[in-house]
Every structure is written in C-alpha cells, then in structure tokens.
C-alpha cells in the first residue's frame, strides 16, 4: 500500500501565514492564487518536512513573525511528521506512538516526488539510466546499445562508401568505341602483318588468274589455226579431227578451271590504315580503355558497399529487435514507455518532442516505480496545462491510484484551494465549487 498525504499544517513558513490542508486522497490537489501569496511555500515546507536537512529554506520563518515556524504532516500509513522550534528539529511518531526520524521517512518517501524538477532537468539519457536501474535491464541494454551502435556506424561509413563511389563512377568519362581490353604494339603489328599476309595471297591469286587466262587464248589461237588447216588439208580430216576434238578438250578443260578460279571471291587489299590509326592513338585509345574499367570498378565498389549496408540495416533491426524483446520481458511502469539508443521514449517520442502531460505521465510512473511505498507527487508551476489538460492529468493520476500536490497561478475554478497572502481564503466543497 503506498503512502499518500493526508493534511498539512503550515504556520509561519516562507510565505505562509496559517494554513491547514486536506488534499484529495488520489488525482491532483492545485493550490491556486496570485504571485508571491504563499502557493509554493506549501510545496517547500512539505519538502523540508518529509525530505530532511537538504530541503530547508534559507528563510524558513516568515518574514515580519515573531512566532517560530511550524510544520504538521500526517501522512495514510498513520505517522505525524512535525518541524517546529527554533531549530525546526524533526520529530516523528509512528501509529503506536513510538518516535522516528529521517531514515523511516526515507524508506517510503521518493526524493524525487518531492522534487520532480530534478528528474526534469535530467537529460534523457539520465532519466532512461533511472528506469533501466528500476528494471533491473541496464547492463543488458548496454550491451544491446553498443551491438546496434556499432553496426550503424558501420553501416554509415558503408552507406558513405557507396555514395562516393556512385558519385566518382557518375562523373568518370565512358567511351563506347575502344575495345574492353588495353591495345598492345605487339598485337597491332601481328594484325598489320596478317593483313598484308592476306593481300599478298589474294596478289598471287589474280596473277594465277592471268595466266590461265593467257593460257587460254593461245589454246583458242591453236584452235582457229587447226581450223584453217582443217579446210586445208581434208586429206588429213581423220587426224585434223583428233587433235581438233583434243584441242576442244584442253580448251574446255582450261574454261573449267578459270570458273573454278573465279569462283573464288578476291576482294580487294585491305587497308593498314586502320591498325596504322591505333598505333598513333595508342595511348589515347588505352587510356578510355582504362577509363571504362576504373568506372566498371567504382559501380562494383558501389553496389558491393550497398549490400555492405543492406546487411548491416538487417543486422541492425535484429539489435533492435533484441531490444524491444528485453524490454517486452519487464513491467514497464508505463504502456509505451521504453529506451531507444540510450534515450528514454514514450509513444516513440523522445523527451523533448513529449507534451508536458506526456512529461508528467513518464516521471510520475518511474516515480511510482522506483519506490511503490510512495502515493504522491508536488507539481509546481501548472500554468502551462489548460483547464483540459490539468482535468486529465487528475484523471489519468486517479486512475493509477497517485496523489499530486501542485500550484498554478489562478484564482480560478480549476484550483482546489486558494491562498491570498499566506492563508487559506477558498476551497472546494463538495460540488466542486470555490467557497469564498
């Protein structure tokens, strides 16, 4: 059962003349009224009282009282908690009537319900440090933090790697019109030689072709003359005929073989000038060569440090699925609560992007969780929550069974109680209306 505030009796403290205070069991209590009339005196008298020697004013008496400050606390588990006499000495007085001191106080009063803006002020990192040491994870999630850590700074460099080197591969020249390998002399030569290789066969080739055809003239001069002799000489006919139809033959035979040679396609020479060409630009064409092949590189380096960094977002979600597995393993003090990187979140919003309820809600639960034997919370300076807001917070703090002291600078209805220089002049009845 965790311990809550059930009144306060204050005479003489800071600004506050004489009050005598019964706040609401659970929900929020708003001490309200104008500037420097005695609201947080309230709250800094509860502190000293129940906080000890590190809270007490620089001026507890009021100013202009020759009376000695006096402090009553009774708190739900039945102690009495007074501060009075010169000293404010603390007295303590347990249900059966036995005396206490500091040490019983603190073994159910959070210092931090007593003063929240210390854990508001924390950074996150601070405040996530709080609730992991609450949880009983924070050596764990360290060494989760520092796997997920790791592999992002990685991936980040593999990430920048890619990036350069796509951006080196696009401003890197490419040449279509040079072969994908290096020219050598040696090769060009070699190709020039065959080419002239070629040429002097094709050469050979026609002057054959020449011959033959020639041959082939004087063969048909050999028969026109046999011809004249045939006509000549008809007493001869048996062997005129013979060497006629030989001499056909021949003729017939030779007609043959300039087919077959023609047959044979002799194109013309082929030119040098090309291979003549690279052997000047060699350099320029191997230099494009190596440009295309420096270029090729960088888009591999590219892509290879692109699926660098696809496996180490894989690895990442993995960490931080890790994570959220460790944290789904505890009893938040919140629904939504948690730590990312080191920070405290809630909703999947960092402190500084939280609302000031959002910002309530957090440190009342980790409050409540640190130390379950404390009911209650101070709240000071609730000017920033509209009348909308101020109703949920009661609300939401009714809900997990909290008590909230708090005080806001209005005289409104939105305030339980009223304070004009030093005393109660105020309250709530039970309708919820300001009793003047």
Same mark, same amino acid.
């Given at each position: 059962m965790n311990c809550k505030i059930t009144k306060f009796e204050l005479e003489n403290v800071k600004r506050v003349r004489l009050v005598d205070i019964t706040p609401a069991a659970v929900g929020l209590t708003t001490i309200g009224g104008k500037n420097c009339q005695g609201k947080t005196s309230n709250l800094d008298a509860i502190c000293f009282a129940l906080g000890g020697e590190k809270y007490r004013p620089s001026n507890l008496q009021r100013e202009g009282s020759s009376a000695e400050a006096s402090i009553r606390i009774t708190m739900s588990n039945g102690l009495v908690v007074e501060r009075s006499g010169k000293n404010a000495s603390l007295k303590v007085i347990d249900p059966s009537g036995a005396r206490a001191g500091q040490r019983l106080l603190d073994s159910f009063v959070e210092e931090l319900a007593l003063n929240l803006?210390?854990?508001?002020? *924390?950074?996150?990192?601070? @405040?996530?440090?709080?609730?992991?040491?609450?949880?009983?994870?924070?050596?764990?999630?360290? !060494?989760?933090?520092?796997?997920?850590?790791a592999a992002y700074d990685e991936r980040t460099m593999q990430g920048r790697i890619a990036d350069q080197k796509e951006k080196y591969a696009a401003e890197m020249p490419e040449w279509h019109d040079v072969p994908e390998e290096p020219l050598t002399?040696?090769?060009?030569?070699?190709?020039?030689?065959?080419?002239?290789?070629?040429?002097?066969?094709?050469?050979?080739?026609?002057?054959?072709?020449?011959? *033959?055809?020639?041959?082939?003239?004087?063969?048909?001069?050999? !028969?026109?003359? @046999?011809?004249?002799?045939?006509a000549e000489i008809n007493d001869m006919l048996s062997q005129a005929d013979k060497e006629y139809s030989d001499a056909i033959t021949a003729a017939e035979n030779i007609d043959d073989e300039i087919q077959q040679a023609q047959a044979i396609p002799i194109d013309a020479d082929e030119s040098t000038s090309e291979i003549e060409r690279k052997l000047a630009e060699l350099e320029e064409i191997n230099g494009k060569v190596r440009a295309n092949s420096d270029k090729q590189k960088a888009i591999d380096d590219a892509e290879n440090a692109r699926q660098v960094y696809n496996v180490?977002?894989?690895?990442?979600?993995?960490?931080?699925?890790?994570?959220?597995?460790?944290?789904?393993?505890?009893?938040?003090?919140?629904?939504?609560?948690? !730590?990312?990187?080191?920070?405290?979140?809630y909703n999947g919003q960092k402190w500084d992007c939280m609302s000031g309820m959002e910002q309530i809600k957090v440190a009342a639960a980790i409050i409540r969780q640190r130390k379950p034997e404390c009911g209650f919370i101070l709240l000071d300076k609730l000017e920033a929550f509209d009348l909308e807001q101020l109703s949920a917070l009661s609300e939401w703090l009714t809900e997990n069974n909290l008590q909230a002291i708090g005080t806001r600078v209005s005289t409104g209805e939105e305030c339980s109680i009223i304070i004009e220089d030093g005393l109660v002049v105020a309250a709530q009845n039970d309708d919820q209306e300001l009793d003047w």
């Open positions: 803006p210390k854990f508001l002020s *924390m950074n996150s990192a601070e @405040k996530a440090k709080i609730l992991l040491s609450i949880l009983g994870i924070e050596d764990q999630l360290k !060494v989760i933090d520092a796997e997920e850590k002399p040696a090769a060009l030569v070699a190709e020039s030689q065959s080419i002239m290789a070629r040429n002097a066969a094709k050469a050979n080739a026609r002057a054959d072709l020449d011959q *033959m055809a020639k041959q082939a003239a004087a063969a048909w001069e050999k !028969v026109r003359a @046999k011809e004249l002799r045939l180490l977002t894989a690895r990442i979600d993995e960490v931080r699925a890790k994570r959220r597995k460790l944290l789904e393993s505890v009893e938040l003090p919140l629904p939504g609560l948690g !730590v990312d990187n080191g920070e405290l979140v």
